[in-house]
């Protein structure tokens, strides 16, 4: 321990450009991340919000809620269970001063709807509760929307985060909301885990098909064609971190040959010299990561809520991990030539 932090203040210089080259493949990572699951939510968090294992939809639409439409067979459905909630779907248009915002309408339902995280839920046919994303574009609570092409309007009560359809915004009306709608269908039931023995019998419904919560999600186009590419630019940014951090300590082994022979040659044991190595990778990574760890919660202080970000405080303690592993990893070279060296050929004995 004492010889690597020795060795640590005596090449402060050195040491500090290998930190600061992990500290930002750490932030790459970690930024990557948060970009990637902020994605998902814009795809799948209104399907998640819903809490609910299974749906009833139609069949013929590849799992697609927005083109599901079960108002034919909701009789039958009931006639098999009567724990479903229905849910309705309407595309529509929020008009602004400024722009018109796509927004996906759908009815609320006390036992799968989550709470408001501001204000309240809409009460009545005159209320509705928006995504917390529009409060960028100059919402706020008691104000009116109107959709587009409609003499239709409605009050504000509050805002929900993370209610997002394939990265158009949710808003959640009464029924009767619904009802004032001039486009809205029965677009799926929703049923808890508990109701899995029942898909035989809801299968047997004409055109509809029972369907699990991530087969909803999987059937998102933009939800694959988005996390896929994204994962793989984590992968490799791992396996470009080990081969850096290799290439970084095999160097700085090789350079210090010399002083690691006389330390040989004066009794200093492997295990003391791969100790210090250790110790110095530990060191080095847990400050690199935790510099990231901070700029990262900085930066989601300050980034727009509009911007597809979001910080998963489990996944970035595994991120984390992962690149204490990788460091590691990349020492191995530098541990293998440490055992290797000679002490009389490193000192340039006979």
Do not use: C
């Amino acid at each position: 321990m004492k010889l690597a932090l020795r060795e640590l203040n005596f090449y402060k210089f050195k040491y500090v450009l290998v930190t600061l080259i992990l500290f930002l493949l750490a932030f790459l990572v970690l930024f990557i991340s948060a970009l990637a699951q902020g994605l998902a939510k814009e795809n799948v968090s209104g399907v998640e919000a819903w809490n609910q294992e299974y749906f009833v939809i139609s069949e013929g639409v590849d799992d697609s809620l927005t083109q599901s439409n079960i108002e034919g067979q909701i009789d039958q459905i009931e006639g098999v269970t009567d724990e479903g909630h229905n849910i309705e779907f309407s595309a529509n248009s929020l008009i602004t001063s400024d722009s018109t915002i796509d927004v996906v309408l759908t009815n609320t339902d006390e036992d799968i709807v989550p709470q408001a995280d501001e204000g309240r839920l809409p009460e009545n046919s005159e209320e509705i509760l928006l995504n917390y994303k529009l409060t960028d574009e100059g919402y706020s609570i008691g104000d009116t929307v109107e959709l587009k092409d409609t003499d239709v309007t409605f009050e504000i009560t509050g805002f929900t985060d993370d209610i997002m359809y394939a990265h158009t915004s949710m808003a959640y009306l009464t029924d009767g909301g619904m009802e004032r709608l001039d486009s809205t269908s029965i677009a799926a039931v929703a049923l808890p885990e508990n109701m899995s023995g029942i898909s035989d019998d809801i299968n047997n419904i004409e055109d509809v098909k029972m369907v699990s919560e991530d087969d909803i999600k999987q059937a998102i186009p933009s939800y694959q064609a988005e996390q896929q590419p994204l994962n793989l630019m984590i992968v490799f940014l791992f396996i470009i971190s080990a081969i850096v951090l290799s290439a970084f300590f095999y160097v700085i082994t090789i350079q210090k040959s010399s002083q690691l022979g006389i330390l040989k040659a004066i009794g200093t044991k492997n295990s003391e010299l791969v100790k210090a190595i250790l110790v110095q990778v530990l060191l080095i990574t847990l400050i690199g990561v935790i510099l990231s760890v901070v700029i990262m919660f900085a930066l989601n202080n300050v980034i727009p809520v509009s911007m597809p970000f979001y910080l998963n405080t489990g996944l970035m303690m595994i991120v984390s991990g992962l690149f204490l592993v990788v460091a590691f990893l990349g020492a191995i070279l530098s541990l293998v030539r440490i055992i290797k060296i000679d002490p009389l050929d490193a000192i340039g004995g006979e």
